[in-house]
């Protein structure tokens, strides 16, 4: 199978779409002339034509009132925020429009809308450019979010994404887009709200999604070489989340930690936590552990941008505290 770009896979799924389907378009900053801030819409202006690859102001309360009020009419807009970060300016209209349309108009008008771009930390880009709002947007009723960790996920979720009668919100990551992975060539789809099992083991569960998945894999491979054997859970999805897989894993291992880069308050790992001991309380051989970063603002310095980061090495603290205490 061919290796492609994280970028490339992201391309190929706008692309295969529109391709099919002409009432898919693209908008958002830079994403024509400039081929995408992060050059995941490379190619796209010189074959769709700027009335499908539309390059806007920086006014995203604008472009995303514009994309919501296209659905009502029959259209599927994918529209991109150069990052999540920028996404509050538009956040009246995913809220308060985009997700509330089906109900509030009785079923009379659907929503077929994704907003995707990258979220979280990307190096030194410090406070404000730096925040995870996945458990923001699945705070919210009427919202599906999705968070993939590879190109191969990131293609299929996406052509699901767009394919999907209700508002999606899809995250990327600044640090991603040059990961390569085998993605095939032509269709295919990833069902919305499942999970993976990335790796399979029987001492504990860990549970994950996005970039910072990375930082599991790096733990279970030297807990490994001291007889740990973990499984990973890639979310995917995080709303609607995959109760059955966490569950039936935790079932197995009798243990669980969790590891997302957001804020500790009030996150997807808290939520995760809650379903567990109330559905599977009686299989924990220990308290679950959730890793987060710091309680704080993201710091500018790079040394202590390390420090305000999850790691491996937090990973594997855990897993050994729920192993042995």
């Known amino acids: 199978m061919r290796t492609i770009q994280f970028r490339e896979a992201v391309c190929e799924a706008m692309s295969e779409e529109m391709r099919k389907d002409e009432s898919v378009f693209l908008m958002g900053e830079e994403v024509a002339e400039y081929n995408g801030a992060y050059k995941a819409s490379k190619g796209m202006l010189d074959e769709f034509g700027a009335k499908r690859v539309i390059d ?14 296209s659905t009502m009419t029959g259209n599927r807009p994918i529209v991109e925020f150069m ?9 009246d209209q995913i809220i308060n429009n985009a997700a509330k349309i089906r109900q509030m108009s009785g079923g009379q008008f659907k929503c077929p809308i994704v907003f995707r771009g990258p979220t979280a930390s990307a190096g ?6 730096s925040q995870a709002f996945e ?17 191969y996920d990131a293609k299929g979720l996406l052509k699901s994404a767009i394919r999907d009668d209700d508002p999606v919100i899809f995250m990327e990551s600044e640090q991603m887009y040059g990961d390569k992975a085998e993605v095939p060539e032509g269709d295919y789809v990833i069902p919305i709200g499942v999970a993976d099992i990335k790796r399979q083991g029987t001492d504990v569960t860990i549970v994950s999604f996005g970039k910072i998945i990375k930082e599991a894999y790096k733990a279970a491979d030297d807990l490994e070489k001291e007889g740990i054997s973990c499984e990973i859970i890639d979310l995917r999805t995080v709303r609607p989340m995959d109760h059955d897989a966490i569950l039936n894993s935790v079932k197995k291992t009798n243990r669980l930690v969790i590891l997302e880069e957001a804020w500790p308050f009030g996150n997807v790992a808290t939520e995760i936590t809650y379903q567990v001991q109330s559905q599977a309380f009686d299989y924990l051989d220990a308290p679950i552990i959730k890793i987060n970063t710091a309680d704080t603002p993201a710091p500018f310095s790079p040394v202590l941008l390390a420090e305000w980061l999850p790691n491996s090495e937090d990973v594997k603290k855990a897993v050994k505290k729920v192993m042995y205490t």
């Open 56 to 69: 806007t102001p920086i006014a995203e309360l604008g472009f995303a009132g514009i994309a919501v009020g």
């Open 83 to 91: 990052t999540f970060n920028f996404s509050l300016v538009g956040i």
């Open 124 to 129: 030194q880009l410090a406070a404000t450019h």
């Open 135 to 151: 458990s923001w947007y699945a705070n919210t009723p009427g919202l599906k979010v999705i968070v993939p960790s590879n190109g």
